[in-house]
Structure formats: structure tokens, C-alpha cells
């Protein structure tokens, strides 16, 4: 199991101004983060160019996330629905010149009339089996993530039944922790722990951020209330295959060289605690 960063921690940023800062920590693995100003996904010549960098850098981008620019697949207009699949496409383009494997999906965003509830989860099923085709096409794997409460995918249990339903090796599952840390603490599911083990079977990519269960902090790890040695366990016992996918977000005044040093030293001592089990 590898240590990744999401690019979501300089977001604020040209992406390009910031890899000599992973090369300097060693950080190998990255997931994208398109947005403008930060990662311009859809400019063939930047992607030639980050390509490069990303080489000059020896850093290997593993995955991109979907954009969150108002892309949501799950949506009941089909001229919005239709037009989310394709700038979901125009990303999973993008990571193919980036010469990457996953695309990090969300089934949807917020609901803002539970009874709108099933019918958004049928969009999102249609436009991910539009997807789904795509990326079977291209050789890329969408990881489907867990989102936040009140959205279309907000529990585990319903992120399960549509990665089941669609039974494709090109379908997995991407736990955000810090997601499912809330959603267990508001619904009470099953905790990160336990959702971990039920998808032991799907499970092809993470998000490691902590919270204490009300917001979506994006802490590092131990800065809230998740458990993280019985996580690192656990996935040690499931045979996790992938990246240990850091997404924490920077507060005005960290330091980024600090942020990366604290990412990676978490990543030693909980990599350490595996091994001397």
C-alpha cells in the first residue's frame, strides 16, 4: 500500500507550482483535482505540459476526481444530466494522457426533497451505466464514492447496491473516511471500521481525511475521532491492494511543507504499526 495525495490540498493553486514539494517529502502518487485555476483538464496542451512535470517530478497520478464545477449525474433535467456525463468523459480523457487508472465519481450531490430521493438514484444509475461503458472502452476503473449526508449515494449500504448491481471489474468503491465517518455519527450506520469490512470485496481506492463526526473538516489523521490504527489494521487484514489516498484540506496557516511532512510521517508510524503486528 502506497502513500497518494490529493491535489485537493492546494486547490487554491496551480497544481505545477507545488509537485517539487511532493518530490522534496516523497510523495509518489497523486489524484487530480480539476478546477480552474488549479488543474485545467479540458487544454490538451497544459495536459502535455503536466505530463511532463508529473515525470520531471517522478510522481505518478493514480487518479482524477470528477469535476465539482455544478457536475452532478444524478440530475433529474436531461439536458444537466447529459451534459455531467460528458464533462465526466472530458475528465477520464484527461487522466489517459495523464496515463492514470481511477476516476473518483460521486452518484450525486445534494437532495433537497427526500421524496426526489429514488428517482435521483435512478439518474445517477443511468448516467454511471453511460459511464461505466466509457471507461470499460478506455481500460479506466471509476472508484464510486460515499458522499456527505442529505446527497444521492450518502451511505455505504447504497454505494454497495449499485456497485453490485452493475457487477463490472471496472466498478469498485472509493471509501472517504471523514464521509462515512459523518453519515455513521447523523443515520447511525455502520462506522468506518465496519464499512470498511463490508466492502472489502469493492474497495479499489480511499479518501483519508478525520473529522469528529459533525463536519467535514478534512483533517489529518488523529485530529479527530476515527480510529486509524484499527483502520490501517483492518485494511491489512482485507488485503488492500491500493493507494492510502491523503485529501486534507489546509488551513490559513499551515505551512504546505509542514502539511506534507505531517502526511508522510502519519503514513510511516501507521505503516509500522502494521508491520509489528
Not at 18 to 28: A, F, M, N, S
Not at 34 to 44: A, I, R, V
Not at 47 to 64: D, G, H, P, Q
Amino acid at each position: 500500500m502506497e502513500l497518494g495525495l490529493s491535489s485537493f490540498l492546494f486547490e487554491d493553486c496551480k497544481l505545477e507550482s507545488k509537485l517539487h514539494l511532493l518530490k522534496e517529502v516523497g510523495i509518489k502518487y497523486i489524484e487530480v483535482k480539476p478546477k480552474e485555476g488549479h488543474f485545467d483538464f479540458q487544454d490538451s496542451k497544459y495536459l502535455e505540459e503536466m505530463a511532463r512535470e508529473f515525470k520531471k517530478n517522478r510522481i505518478k497520478v493514480k487518479s482524477m476526481h470528477m469535476p465539482t464545477n455544478g457536475v452532478d449525474i444524478s440530475l433529474t433535467e436531461e439536458y444537466d444530466r447529459v451534459w455531467s456525463v460528458r464533462e465526466v468523459e472530458k475528465t477520464v480523457l484527461a487522466l489517459l494522457r495523464l496515463e492514470g487508472e481511477i476516476i473518483v465519481i460521486h452518484p450525486g450531490s445534494a437532495i433537497e426533497d427526500e421524496k426526489e430521493r429514488e428517482q435521483r438514484r435512478g439518474k445517477s444509475e443511468q448516467s454511471l451505466e453511460e459511464i461505466l461503458k466509457f471507461c470499460e472502452h478506455w481500460g479506466i476503473k471509476i472508484a464510486l464514492e460515499n458522499t456527505l449526508p442529505g446527497k444521492t449515494g450518502d451511505s455505504i449500504t447504497e454505494i454497495l447496491e449499485i456497485v453490485k448491481k452493475f457487477n463490472s471489474k471496472n466498478l469498485g468503491i472509493c471509501l472517504d473516511a471523514g464521509h462515512c465517518n459523518i453519515t455513521s455519527s447523523l443515520y447511525n450506520h455502520n462506522g468506518v471500521i465496519d464499512s470498511l469490512k463490508g466492502i472489502r470485496d469493492y474497495l479499489c481506492h480511499l479518501h483519508i481525511h478525520d473529522n469528529f463526526g459533525k463536519s467535514d473538516d478534512h483533517f489529518l489523521p488523529f485530529k479527530g475521532n476515527i480510529n486509524w490504527q484499527e483502520f490501517t489494521r483492518v485494511l491489512k487484514e482485507i488485503e488492500y491492494k491500493g493507494v492510502f489516498m491523503f485529501e486534507i484540506r489546509k488551513n490559513a496557516d499551515d505551512k504546505e511543507k509542514e502539511v506534507l511532512q505531517n502526511i508522510n510521517d502519519i503514513y510511516i508510524n501507521l505503516q509500522k504499526d502494521r508491520i509489528d503486528e
